[in-house]
């Protein structure tokens, strides 16, 4: 198993391998293929992928403002869940970003979905002060359900 950085030809196999779990949480917009180009265009360091055999076996995005690290998508293949795959891209996310200066992460998570006991045991807790708010500027970016 290799983790490297995330290129866009990585894209359509990423893609699928989100498609494939129950509870992400995509949209039209953000996690289109212009989307993520985009997102790698301005993060190309903190993007990362795993695979075995020439697959993409999971997958992680990450960006920064700066200041503050944030995570979206973290992804295991069912089949290779329980093997720290997911602790090694947090990892490699984590490290991109003390690389770059960026001494706090945050993210984002479905309080109705799994993972949030992944995101527990690696030392990321839970905000109880603050409300997430977002706005939707394009009516094309609906969530998939």
């Not at 295991?76 to 984590?94: F, I, M, N, Y």
Request: net charge positive; hydrophobic share 40%.
């Amino acid at each position: 198993m290799k983790i490297r950085g995330m290129r866009i030809s990585d894209y359509d196999e990423v893609y699928s391998l989100w498609r494939s779990l129950a509870g992400m949480g995509l949209n039209d917009a953000d996690d289109s293929k212009d989307g993520i180009g985009r997102f790698l265009d301005r993060n190309p360091e903190t993007c990362f992928v795993a695979e075995e055999d020439g697959k993409i076996i999971g997958a992680v995005i990450a960006g920064n403002d700066g200041r503050r690290g944030y995570i979206y998508h973290m992804a295991v293949s069912k089949e290779h869940r329980r093997q720290k795959l997911g602790t090694k891209l947090l990892d490699a996310c984590l490290g991109a970003f003390r690389r770059l200066g960026i001494i706090k992460s945050a993210l984002v998570v479905f309080s109705r979905k799994g993972g949030n006991a992944f995101w527990e045991k690696n030392g990321f807790s839970v905000r109880n002060d603050l409300l997430y708010r977002d706005r939707v500027l394009l009516e094309a970016n609906r969530l998939d359900t």
